[in-house]
């Protein structure tokens, strides 16, 4: 993909980021205090707060990655949509009001509100930094892919650049330029995600796409749509060589791969990496996704395009049987040599097909049915036990106001999943799929409008990672300082030392963000969030609601449950396919087991550990007690 950012992109992002630096020192002088620093001193109003906890939660994961998603799978990637909004529904009902009662600073609070135990203090603070870092890795990842072709700059410049701008913002005013920087950008996110699909709608379907300001190129349409064997052999086509499913055919000296489909269909790939094969050589990445005929239209006007058309009837044409969408798809292999690689090839598709379930969360095999339940699980119980989303409820003066600030989450939060729907589905139809990374579909789709809301869009979206990426140090700072320092280690640090450790930690934390975003650059950023939804699912969610309903939970039960979650989520996570496929470069064949979600085993496992060690050492803690 070859976007180059414009003047007025630069000066647009370049007035965002001036603006947060603003507001961080702006606020700095109201972070004297631990209050101050790690809870805005608890004087947030509920509806900021609940504004906050949108721009807090609507991370790179929900704008790059859902879109994205959705762009590419249709179907399926609304799922994660559905499975974050899901989560608020235990937030709201379970958990808001609890945590601000029992809690001051951290998750760890409210846990050991009534112990006073320093194995929870350790372990919830462990707990606290390993989602954190989790989560910590899509947003700096999707952070690069935002200023690839905002500001025409490497995707590991990106990264940096986030990272050094959130550490400003952390250790000048912590929380309270947080919160504001939140606010601000979850305001935005809504307002000019929602004219985007305005202009989608306005433009209607139309089966000839814009092409996109500032690409170098124009989308390759002209594909042969598919072949069978013999009719390759017949046209000169020698196979040369096969893995798997992709078979690589020469033809005059150049190198042609196609995708077998189990009927035998053999579909072109367009390009391998970012060399395209089948064209003119070292070619680039275009935008490619395209409506290729609209159903139910009559004449041959008709068939070109809709004109405007309102929500319900843009989903009704895109959705009809007679539809056909160019749906583009990735497959990594190995060639002859052991030299890894990734084809792209479209595949055209019914309006039915682009939003039938199934397309990724397949339910064929046991271990498919197993990995859809976890990512399920994981993203519903996941919300509700991120530590970042729960800190937030210590900003405001009361219980009542942490669930009213709830509630303005949940309908800014399902307002903005709904706009993901036509964000993904537009790109999609309009050529703004880049097939090397899907997270910039909405940002593109953005650009095919023009290149003003295009920086816009992404500078907002630059924003997003920004405001996500300092809640998460924000709460792992303070597991660090408050937690690990003054009350696990018995420092007895006074109110400016837990600050300036909590400053000193988020420089920290900020650096391996740094580290970790660069290496996983290229995957899903929706996807690896779903890692930190479990991970907190299974580490801390069974703690917090056994604590609440359970009165025989005691602090060894809590310990033995964080840390069981831990280790049982990362272990499958680390052992599973999706990290054979990707750092560990070998193939998804070689994991140690198919499971590539560890919720369904993770989080039972953790209820079940808490059980057991609570009723063994419940008559042991009764009696110190």
Known sequence: MNLHGTPLSIIIFASFVAMVLWLSFFFARKAKSAAGYYAAGGQIHWAVNGISFAGDYLSAASFLGICGMIATLGYDGFLYSIGYLAGWVVALFVVAEPMKRMGKFTFADALDAKFNSKGIKLAAAISTLVVSICYLIPQMNGAGSLVEPLLGLPHWVGVIIVGVIVIAIVSTAGMTSTTYVQFLKGGLLLIFSFIVVVFLLVRGLSTDPPSLAGADGESLLNIPEHSTKAELAEEGYQLAFTSGDLLEYTRDGKISWWKVDPDGTLWQAQWRNATLVNGEPDGLL??????KTIGGMNGPEGAKGTGSVGPVGFLARLTHPDTRIEQWHKKTVFDDAGEKFSVFYPKTVSGTTQMKPGVKFKVETFWQKMNFVSLMLALFFGTAALPHILIRYYTVPSPACARKSTIVAIAAIGFFYVLTLFLGLGAATNGTVNPADNNMSAPLLAMSFGGVIFAIISAIAFATVLGTVAGLIVAASGAVAHDLMDRFGGMNLSEQEKVRAGK????????????????????????LVGWAFAVAASANLPAILMLLFWKKTTAAGIVASICVG????????????????????????DALHPLGQPGIISIPLSFLTLIVVSLVTQKKETATA
């Open 286 to 291: 275009f935008p490619v996704g395209r409506i």
């Open 504 to 527: 000193y930690s988020a420089f920290v934390v900020g650096i391996i963000a740094i580290i970790l975003g660069i290496v996983f650059q290229g995957i899903n950023v929706s996807f």
């Open 566 to 589: 831990i280790v049982a989520a990362l272990g499958i996570i680390l052992t599973g396919p999706a990290m054979f496929a990707g750092p560990y470069g070998k193939t998804a064949a």
